[in-house]
């Protein structure tokens, strides 16, 4: 879910049970490759910590965003 036709993907949160802390629920969260976690059912999801962690993927849905609004959620390298 991490890359679709090259351009970077994007999940929105449906339940934060169990990471209340880290992700907020019905928001929307930038999502980092990851094969291997993928194989395991988790998505690397940079929360709201601004690191990215690894979280199962059962708590989020795939949200694909205008190319404007992806903007906003570009890491600074």
Do not use: H, Q, T, W
């Not at 802390?21 to 709201?48: T, W």
């Not at 990215?52 to 205008?66: G, I, N, R, T, W």
């Amino acid at each position: 879910m991490a890359r679709k036709n090259g351009r970077v993907s994007y999940a929105l949160c449906i339940s934060n049970r169990g990471y209340r802390v880290s992700l907020m629920a019905r928001r929307v969260y930038l999502v980092l490759p990851d094969p291997e976690a993928a194989k395991r059912g988790l998505l690397r999801v940079v929360d709201e910590s601004g690191e990215d962690y690894l979280y199962p993927a059962k708590l989020f849905v795939a949200v694909e965003l205008p190319r404007e609004a992806g903007k906003a959620f570009r890491i600074a390298s």
